[in-house]
Every structure is written in C-alpha cells, then in structure tokens.
C-alpha cells in the first residue's frame, strides 16, 4: 500500500488547525493532527516542504521505520515543529493501518482495557463563586472530575480565566500581537486555598479536583502550594513549575504529598525521563500531536507504567479533534490510563469540518468502532475558514519583568 499524496491542510474553522491527509494507492486515506498553537505556519511548511516528498511511495504500512526516518534519519531531532510534523504523519498512518485492518486503532494498540475513559471538565471564573457555579453545572452532567482556575483579584486578567468576554483558547484575530498578562505569586497565593477549601465545602470528597499553575512558580513555592493544597486531596496539581530542569520537581516531590501532572508542552520522552524514572510525578501530560504521534505515546506510556506514572493528556481545544481521537484510542487501550482533559468537542464551525466517532457520558467518553482513528475532515468546508494568524498571550510581572508560561 504506497503513500501516493500527502496534503497540508491549514484552516481555522474557530482556531487553526494543521490537519495532514496521507492519500495511499489503494484509495485509503489517513488523518493526523500537526497543529502548534500560534506558530502553525512553521509546521506545515516543515511538513510540506521536507517531510511530504520523502513519503510519496513508502509503504504506509510501515510506520515504525517512518517514524524512525523522520526522527533519526534526520540530524535536526526533536524540537516542537519536527515532532508535531512526525506526530501528523504518524496519526495518519494508524488511521491508514486501522483502516486497511477493518479495526479501531485501540484494536491494533492490544485492544480495550477499559469500557470508557474518565474527563475532567474545566470549571473558571471571574471569582470563586462563579467558579463553582460552572462547577456545578459539570457536576449536574455526572463530571467525575474537574478542574478549578479563577481570576487572581487585584490583577487586571488571569491566563485560562477572562471573563464572558473571551477563553483563553480564543483567536487573538483582533490582536494581531500577543497579548500581555499580568502575574504576582503573592495574589495567587492570596486567593487559591479559598477556591479549594469552598468547592469542598460545596461539593464534598467524592469527586476530583485538579488545578493548572501553567507553569508560574518556582520549585519551593510550588511545594509550598501542594502543601498548602493537601487538605483539599486534589488529583493533581499541573504544570507548577517549568521544568526544562528536570531537577526543579525533586524539590517539589520532597515538601508535598499533592499528585504532580507535567508534560504538555513536552516533545519527547527524553523530556520526562527523569520526571519519570524518579517518580517525581504522579501524571504524564504530554499530546499525541506534540510528542510524535501514537508510536512515541505508546512508548511513553508503557516506560512510565514501570514508575506508577498514569497517563492525562493533553485535551486543549487548540489540539483538532484528530488529535482527541488519538487519544480516545490511546486511553482506551493504555493500562495505566489516569484521566483525560475535555474542554468540549469543538465548536459549531469545528464539528461542520471534522467528524468523529466519540460518546460523552456522564463525564466518560467511549470510543466507537469504526476503523481507523474514526475520524473524517471536510476539505470542502474547511475551505470557507481560512488561517488567521494568532497567538497565546505572555506573561509579565507587574514590574515589567517577562514571566513563565
Ligand atoms: O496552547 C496552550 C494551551 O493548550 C494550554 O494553555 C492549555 O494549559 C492548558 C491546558 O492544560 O489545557
Ligand atoms: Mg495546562
């Protein structure tokens, strides 16, 4: 089965999305999601111009040896564009294979270990009361688990909580530069423990609670949060720390007992592999788009069920439901599946260009049969939503000074 054409499809049918469509001999196509929020360009131009023409006549089937060829075969390993670009091409060629196999890709990984995949749903607010009050209404649609952000008071806007006006996911289109952020650890600080201790109150002890620090504190502020946080027993506390110092989270690890989930933005295995090996988290992040598709996650997967480490990815709209779908697979395949993120399944303009073969129920999502990674995407209708260029915001102190995200 020979890989006859491969299309780079950029649209934005409510955000961008960098969607690969690899056209085999046999007429069988395959989807795979490449996007990288706010530099999309890069990873279809990397796609087109150096990856697409070294696929034409490979067997598709063969999709170790291209993931293989594209990782090793390539001096430039790793890094954000190249990984998102194998991890499009990886996608598409278990869609292929599923296809070609009559089977769900969940088939091909060794089959269901679960008969559906737990969610936590995203709960924010302008204050912790209207906080809970979106908490709520997930807890009221049988949401197991649920993850509290809320604005910061005396900070003029919090990344993840804007208000009614915007989400964080949104397209800057209006703003054709990033925005600018405010942060102060010390307001954050102020407020948090409320917001933990009323949803408690509120809610009681028999659903999970999680939280996002994207990445703000230093290693013992960090442990001082998850001490702070221990009363409350969340699931995990994600992305306390920026850890390109793998190191930082023994810091962490050593001053509180509160579960640690880390790797969205990670590439490889080679960036948790301390994480792991140390048992310094409790929760591995990483997406299937950016880590190199089903092949690299599988592998991660099975290296960190050796550390107890459960797998959460990534569920950001900014990932297209290509990139959901992979995931739907891959958690109802991986024995040390923990939780997966769910923010929604699309938008109404996302759902008239990608279809897909998943149920939510009762905060639970099952994956149907269809072969493949059971997705489809209308080239026709993404035609009417073009790229808009956009960014995420950054970050500042409220002195000036640039922050981490
Ligand atoms: O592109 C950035 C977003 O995907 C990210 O900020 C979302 O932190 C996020 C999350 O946990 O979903
Ligand atoms: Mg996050």
């Not at 969607?19 to 069988?28: A, M, P």
């Not at 912790?128 to 806007?157: C, H, Y």
């Not at 009614?164 to 949104?170: L, S, V």
């Not at 001490?227 to 989270?249: T, W």
Request: with cysteine; glycine share 10%; charged share 20%.
């Amino acid at each position: 089965m020979k890989i006859k054409e491969v299309r780079v499809i950029v649209s934005s049918p409510g955000r961008n999305f960098v969607t690969v469509k690899i056209i085999t001999d046999t007429g069988i196509y395959g989807l795979g999601d490449g996007t990288v929020n706010g530099r999309e360009m890069a990873v279809a131009a990397y796609l087109e111009e150096h990856v697409a023409p070294c696929l034409i006549g490979r067997n598709a089937h063969d999709i170790e040896d291209i993931w293989q060829y594209l990782y090793k075969g390539v001096y430039w390993r790793k890094g954000p564009i190249t990984m998102a670009a194998i991890g499009a091409v990886d996608m598409a060629l278990w869609d292929i294979k599923g296809k070609a196999a009559g089977l769900p890709v969940y088939q091909l990984l060794g089959g269901k270990s679960r008969k559906a995949f737990t969610l936590y749903g995203h709960a924010t607010g302008n204050t912790v009361e209207d906080t809970l009050e979106n908490m709520a209404f997930l807890v009221n649609q049988g949401f197991k688990a649920v993850r509290l952000q809320s604005a910061i008071p005396g900070l003029d806007g919090t990344y993840g909580v804007l208000g009614d006006k915007k989400n964080y996911f949104e397209l800057q289109s209006d703003r054709p530069l990033p925005p600018e952020l405010p942060w102060s650890t010390l307001k954050y600080f102020n407020m948090i423990e409320e917001l933990f201790a009323k949803a408690r109150e509120r809610f009681g002890n028999n659903i999970h609670l999680c939280h996002d620090v994207h990445s703000r504190l230093t290693p013992i502020e960090a442990g001082r949060l998850g001490k702070l946080l221990e009363p409350y027993n969340l699931l995990f506390l994600e992305d306390a720390v920026a850890a390109e110092n793998q190191e930082s989270y023994r810091i962490v690890r050593d001053h509180t007992t509160t579960p640690q989930a880390l790797g969205e933005i990670y590439n490889t295995i080679w960036d948790c592999k301390d994480l792991i090996q140390n048992q310094w988290i409790d929760y591995i992040r990483m997406a299937a788009t950016h880590a190199g598709g089903i092949t690299a996650m599988r592998r991660i997967a099975d290296f960190a069920s050796m550390y107890h480490v459960r797998t959460a990815p990534h569920g950001a709209p900014d990932l297209s439901p290509i990139c959901h779908a992979a995931h739907g697979h891959l958690n109802m395949w991986a024995p040390n599946f923990g939780v997966q993120e769910f923010v929604g399944f699309g938008t109404k303009q996302s759902n008239e260009v990608f279809k897909y073969d998943l149920k939510l129920q009762d905060g639970m999502v099952s994956v149907g049969d269809s072969p493949g990674l059971g997705v489809d995407f209308d080239e026709q209708a993404a035609k009417k939503y073009p790229y808009k260029r956009s960014y995420l915001p950054v970050s500042r102190l409220e002195d000036g000074t640039l922050w981490s995200w």
